[in-house]
């Protein structure tokens, strides 16, 4: 049986069979060889109730198709691969079609994003050569090495500390057991977990339980403006922009200056030396050392090594330096090195080493 609408105005007509069609117009409908008459809408119900298919001819569903594709749009937004197969034309995954909404990749929740605690840190000797000379601020960069006595706390043949943003040389990386008279590398190979800014050094053998060992590394990254780890930021004198390079390392950036174990209740104890030219002047938690470097020229400039006390057992966040223009700077030695600009009033002068003495005996101290 086939339900057709014929090219006559207002006539349809239904084919059952080899019998002769039915022909209704209007409302009525009549049979040809009977007296039968039928309304076109209990032809229309009967035809639907038995399952019957409509022609291409016969008018489309009245379903406005736009509510399918929001449905689909919504589909996709919860991120199922679910296919709205009622879609008209559309075949595929439902999570493709383009929608106004945002970006709706999940965004993976990182785990386990704490050390594992195999080896705990005694002393870095830490050594940081910033190179903010150029013109540009984009050409800043700092190049370093670290040296790190660690001890084992559990057999273990990985290392794993924190890295972000920097650029270990590979063939500067040892591993060795302290005091070892053949200095037998332990490293076999190094790499990287982006994602836990883990620098992970796996080792030929596990190291022993109460051993003390010895891990080097040189390194390099760009100087940049960020307020986090080590960066340059700027002052004007006179007409001219003037460059100094500081640190922030609360809470967890010391990573970002140099490898390090970052977690705060990892306390250990620095040694920092700072390279500068010999027209600046550098600082540090501690006072300057009485070891003295002999000076080196590079590219035309005479640069000074300050290398600075041992530390108190300290976190990592705790640490820090700056290396600026000497004489644009002073030190107050008051309560210690208070670094402040000679223009500043007398009053901004005394507020800025009253908050610095503040901080040193609030903050500071309690955690050393």
Known sequence: MIFQRCNEKDTWTINIGEESPIVTSGILARNLKGSVHL????????????????????????????????????????????????????????????????????????????????????????????????????????????????????????????????????????????????????????SYDEEREFLILELTTNLTYGVEYSVVMSFSAVLDNSLQGLYYTSYSKGNDTMYMVTTHFQGTHARRAFPCFDEPAIKSQFSIILIRPSHMMSISNMPHSENLFDNFTQDGMVFVKDEFQLTPIMSTYLLAFVVCERSDFLTSKTRGDVLHMPDLTVQDNYYSNKTMRSSAESFILPFL
């Open 39 to 190: 309304t076109v809408t209990l032809i229309l119900v009967l035809v639907l109730s038995l399952g019957l298919s409509v022609c291409d001819g016969c008018p489309p569903p009245t379903k406005e198709p736009v509510t399918l594709i929001e449905k689909c749009q919504q589909l996709a937004h919860n991120g199922t691969s679910e296919v709205c197969s009622k879609c008209p034309g559309f075949s595929g995954n439902a999570a493709t079609i383009e929608t106004p909404t945002q970006d709706v990749k999940q965004q993976k929740r990182v785990k386990d994003v704490r050390l594992p605690g195999d080896v705990k840190p005694r002393i870095y000797f830490v050594t940081l050569m910033p190179m903010f000379f150029t013109d540009d601020p984009k050409d800043f960069t700092y190049t370093g090495r670290v040296e790190i006595w660690i001890c084992c706390d559990k057999p273990t043949d990985k290392i794993i500390l924190h890295a972000k943003h920097l650029v270990v040389e590979p063939a500067s990386v040892e591993v060795i057991r302290f005091n070892d008279d053949s200095a037998t590398q332990l490293l076999w190979k190094m």
